[in-house]
Every structure is written in C-alpha cells, then in structure tokens.
C-alpha cells in the first residue's frame, strides 16, 4: 500500500520516505558514523574473498546498472553482497529468488512465512521485531538496504535513503510505495525482475514470474465461467470499514481468484466506506487481512458476527470468512499464492 493509505497501527501507516523530518537522527553524529563505516567496509574488504569473487565472476555482467527507484536513482557497479532487508515480503521475495547467502539481516516478521522459505527465513539474523534503528543496520555492514514499507526510511526516525546514502549504503524502496496510486500484479511482476537484475540473477527473476504467472494461470482456468462472488475486505475499522478499494492489489487478486470486489469503485487503494454501505452491497465473503496492530484474526471475526445492523449480510448469516496475511496483498511474491488460496475458499467445488 502505498504511504499514507493504510493507518496506524498498521505497519503500512508511516510518514512519507521523502517527508521533511523535523528531528536530527539519533545517536552518533552521521559523519562520524559514515566515517566509522567506511573504515569498517575497507578494513574488511581485502578479506571479502567471496564478494569480491562474486563481483568479478558471471553474476557482474550486466553491470554497472543505474536503476530509478521512487526518485532516486543508483548506479550499481556490481550486485551488491552484504543486504539487508526491512520488513517481510522483501525478504521473501530475495530469498524465492535464490539470494539468501547475501541477506545479512531482516526485520519486521508479520505473519509465517511460504513454507518454501520458513528455513531460510528462519536462519536470517533478526535486526529487530520492528523498523531496526538507523544504528541498527549500521551494525551489519550492509552495502543495500530493501525497505518493504515506506516506513523502512523514515527520515523522522533518522533512517532516511539519505542518512543511507551519506554512509555509503545504497536502498531500494519497494514500487508500491512510489506514489503511482494503484497497484497490481504487473507490479510485482516487475519488482522481481528489478531485484533479479540489482542482484545480477535475471534469468532466476524470469523463471520465478514464469512459475508465478503459471500459478495464477491455473487458479484463473480452475475457476473459469464460475459466477463471481461478491467479497468485502475487512481490514480494520469500528464506526466505519477500512476497506480495499479498486486501485488496490487486492481487488486484482478477487478478480483472478473468481469473485468481485463489492468495494471496487472506491477510487483508492484503502479507505473507508459505511457500514450501510456494506449491508447494500451484500458480500457472500468477507475477506479478512491478517497482521500485527489490528487485532486478531479472531477478534475481527467476532466483532462482524456481534454486530445486529450485520445480521442479514449473506456473509455474516453463512458465516463464510476467508483470511489473507497483509503481506498476501504486497508487491512481492505473494500474490499469486493468494488468488490460488482465496480461489479454494470462493469456488471449493472446483478444487475438489
């Protein structure tokens, strides 16, 4: 989602990457720490014999590559060896991309991860339960950062590309935060493929879209000719639903998964819409966003059955929920897992 489009306590609420800051960043004076840096990376690059191996090896052509990423733009001389990943679906998306022997780090866990990955992710060092500190990151001598949220930079918590950039560390923002104000598969699509190349791997970023692609390729032909089911998106809200709307990646996921958003000409990616609202439209399903701030799975769940003005929505009468990780709805590799998954629970006599 991109910034400002889903709200706090969601981990999808921070401030702009590019917001004016009004606090210095905290700790150690940014020259200093730039200074302490770049001393450390030439101490041990001599050292680094796989790095350095690995930039003169195959996986350097291609190189030097210069990307344009939510305006700012980095030459890479070549793949980068020492990553760092803040938030989850970055880390799923370099790990299905084969490059766990160049993640130093991650942060922010919000929900299991693919069960391919569960290893791997595993046996990540965790920077931190949420965004690591500027301080933080510094300390696993990464030379790339790849932020999930736009929180990943904050620059009101002193981690800005900037205060990166100025140490010498070059970042990557995930697409959906760069302001476009719509997001779908394609999207994703195209996220890989950038990843793929920075790290000097685009034929394993080809064959991952290929399979990806192929999977959802399967759902769309497993639920072909089916009638759409009408579905609301629950992600959070009490006087009102914070809902997805017809810009967002998970009305493209309804879509191909064999239902219909009854939210999508709600011109954003989130926002609210009236509980009156949700009645006239008459979901069968409600499809429910799972992540850390919001409450449980559960309590949502609970909270939509006890309210009387729901009683008579088909999809509180027949009690049909289905539950989505936030993450499922990210730019990443998620998304064509999730049309498989919400397919099954829309159409379960066509995967019988």
């Known amino acids: 989602m991109h910034h400002g489009t889903h709200r706090s306590?969601?981990?999808?609420?921070?401030?702009?990457?590019?917001?004016?800051?009004?606090?210095?960043?905290?700790?150690?004076?940014p020259a200093v720490v730039a200074l302490a840096l770049v001393t450390l990376l030439a101490g041990c690059g001599a050292a680094d014999g796989d790095a350095g191996d690995r930039a003169a090896g195959p996986a350097a052509a291609g190189f030097p590559l210069t990307v344009d990423n939510c305006g700012v733009t980095t030459t890479y001389t070549e793949p980068p060896s020492r990553a760092v990943t803040v938030h989850q679906h970055p880390a799923e998306l370099m790990l299905a991309l084969g490059l766990q022997d160049r993640m130093v780090g991650t942060a922010f866990p919000d929900s299991p991860t693919l069960p391919e990955h569960r290893e791997a992710?595993?046996?990540?060092?965790?920077?931190?339960?949420?965004?690591?500190s500027f301080e933080t990151v510094l300390e696993a001598e990464p030379?790339?950062?790849?932020?999930?949220?736009?929180?990943?930079?904050a620059e009101?918590?002193?981690?800005?590309?900037?205060?990166?950039?100025?140490?010498?560390?070059?970042?990557?923002?995930?697409?959906?935060?760069?302001?476009?104000?719509?997001?779908?598969?394609?999207?994703?699509?195209?996220?890989i493929r950038t990843i793929g190349d920075i790290f000097g791997v685009p034929e394993r970023a080809e064959d991952l879209v290929t399979d990806l692609e192929r999977r959802v390729d399967r759902t769309t032909e497993a639920v072909a000719g089916a009638r759409q089911v009408p579905v609301f998106v629950y992600d959070s809200g009490d006087k009102a639903a914070y809902t997805a709307g017809g810009r967002s990646m998970g009305t493209e996921i309804i879509e191909l998964?064999?239902?219909?958003?009854?939210?999508?000409?709600?011109?954003?990616?989130?926002?609210?819409?009236?509980?009156?609202?949700?009645?006239a439209r008459r979901p069968e399903v409600i499809v429910l966003h799972d992540y850390p701030g919001a409450g449980s799975?559960?309590?949502?769940?609970?909270?939509?059955?006890?309210?009387?003005?729901?009683?008579?929505?088909?999809?509180?009468?027949?009690?049909?929920?289905?539950?989505?990780?936030?993450?499922?709805?990210?730019v990443g590799v998620r998304p064509p897992h999730a049309v498989a998954e919400l397919a099954r629970a829309l159409h379960p006599e066509r995967f019988r």
């Open 297 to 330: 799975v559960a309590e949502k769940r609970e909270f939509l059955l006890s309210q009387p003005a729901l009683a008579d929505v088909p999809a509180i009468r027949n009690e049909r929920f289905a539950v989505l990780p936030l993450t499922a709805t990210l």
């Open 156 to 191: 009101n918590e002193g981690r800005s590309r900037e205060a990166f950039a100025d140490a010498g560390i070059d970042t990557h923002l995930n697409r959906e935060y760069c302001g476009a104000g719509r997001v779908s598969m394609a999207d994703a699509y195209a996220e």
């Open 121 to 132: 992710y595993a046996a990540l060092p965790r920077l931190a339960e949420k965004e690591p």
């Open 9 to 29: 306590p969601s981990p999808t609420a921070p401030p702009p990457p590019a917001a004016g800051g009004r606090r210095r960043r905290r700790g150690t004076a």
């Open 257 to 279: 998964a064999g239902g219909r958003n009854v939210f999508a000409d709600l011109d954003e990616v989130f926002g609210d819409a009236s509980w009156e609202q949700v009645v």
């Open 143 to 153: 030379d790339f950062v790849y932020g999930g949220y736009g929180s990943a930079f």
